[in-house]
């Protein structure tokens, strides 16, 4: 099992750009987007990944937003629900970028994760982020 503790992933909209090629339009990533993969890199490295899991994969996303100065007016004003103010990325889009960054580094390939599950969790003292665990599967022969 690897846990890695990522910086806050970028918009799928920031992520990709469309470039004109003669007739046709190829989406790349942007600059923005390769400097993020290279800090994913980078972290993977240090937390001691040498090589990338090879096979299937389960993986847990926990997406924590930015928590705002006001976080408690906020809570005061709309109690236990006070996150849902907080401006935060879609998981889905989280979840994209995050699967591309982590491609070759930490996983194969994004074809073999077998189960993805995301969550978004409230806003922490600690900077916005996101924690990801990726785990095996072991395949079982009959």
Do not use: F
Not at 1 to 12: E, G, K, V
Not at 25 to 41: G, L, W
Not at 69 to 98: E, M, P
């Amino acid at each position: 099992m690897i846990r890695l503790t990522l910086p806050y992933p970028l918009s799928a909209n920031r992520y990709w750009r469309p470039v004109p090629i003669g007739k046709h339009i190829t989406i790349v990533p942007t600059k923005e987007a390769k400097a993020y993969c290279k800090e994913v890199a980078a972290i993977a490295r240090m937390s001691g990944i040498n090589a990338p899991i090879a096979g299937r994969v389960l993986i847990d996303v926990r997406l924590y937003p930015h928590r705002p100065l006001d976080w408690q007016k906020r809570q005061r004003t709309h109690g236990a629900a006070w996150d849902d103010t907080v401006q935060c990325i879609d998981l889905d889009n989280a979840n994209k970028v995050l699967l591309d960054a982590m491609k070759g580094i930490v996983i194969d390939d994004d074809k073999w994760v077998r189960r993805l599950t995301a969550e978004r969790m409230e806003p922490d003292q600690h900077p916005a982020r996101v924690v990801v665990t990726v785990t095996p599967i072991a395949i079982v022969q009959p």
